[in-house]
């Protein structure tokens, strides 16, 4: 499980868009397929950068991931129940600092990068639908394939689609971090789980271990 976590991690860190390349955001499936090669066909150009500097793959992961995950949607339904509990001014500081959090994140997964690459299903969308499923398969030299399912969601003001979570052997990734932070958001307080995210975006890129 820890391996298809990490696997699932490198994925969503190597599938995002790059923000100066425009992308079918009202398309999925194509959104998915567009971004996934730019990102790889960048990690490929720059391992001399990455390597000289690990800190360069949060430069990445904000200039080309973040813009297509819906934080804010996201953050908010890690918040869970919570949420009315606090004001304006400590929902923006918390969307900022899991923004962070989730760069952090995506950075330790590009520092595992090696030679993956990914198999994107197919479909068609309708014109109605504002959730789509998205099944994708990681595939690894002398390794055994990973089946993944991205979820991701219409906004119905701008009609684009975002990335919100990915399901892993059944596991939910934003489930676990509900289950994780609004238990501590409900002990804590929202704003020392804030300060404890914001500690954490200050420690060093360090590549998520690798378990065969």
Request: hydrophobic share 40%; no cysteine.
């Amino acid at each position: 499980m820890k391996k298809l976590l990490m696997s699932g991690l490198l994925l969503m860190a190597t599938s995002w868009v790059p923000a100066a390349v425009a992308v079918p955001l009202d398309d999925p499936y194509q959104l998915m397929n567009e971004v996934a090669n730019n990102t790889f066909e960048r990690l490929n150009n720059e391992q001399s950068k990455i390597k000289a500097d690990p800190k360069y793959l949060r430069e990445i992961v904000e200039d080309e991931m973040l813009p297509a995950v819906d934080v804010r949607f996201t953050a908010f339904r890690v918040i869970g129940k919570q949420l009315n509990n606090t004001t304006p001014e400590q929902r923006d500081a918390f969307v900022n600092a899991f923004s962070d959090y989730l760069v952090v994140t995506y950075a330790d997964a590009l520092a595992a990068y090696d030679e993956q690459t990914i198999k994107i299903g197919s479909g068609k969308v309708a014109n109605d639908a504002k959730l789509v499923s998205i099944p994708v398969t990681v595939l690894e030299p002398n390794k055994p394939a990973i089946d993944l399912e991205f979820k991701l969601r219409k906004n119905s003001r701008t009609g684009e689609w975002k990335v919100f979570d990915m399901i892993a052997e059944g596991i939910s990734l934003l489930s676990a971090k509900q289950s994780e932070l609004s238990g501590l958001i409900r002990q804590k307080g929202i704003d020392k789980v804030t300060q404890d995210l914001q500690a954490h975006t200050k420690k060093p890129v360090t590549p998520l271990e690798r378990k065969e």
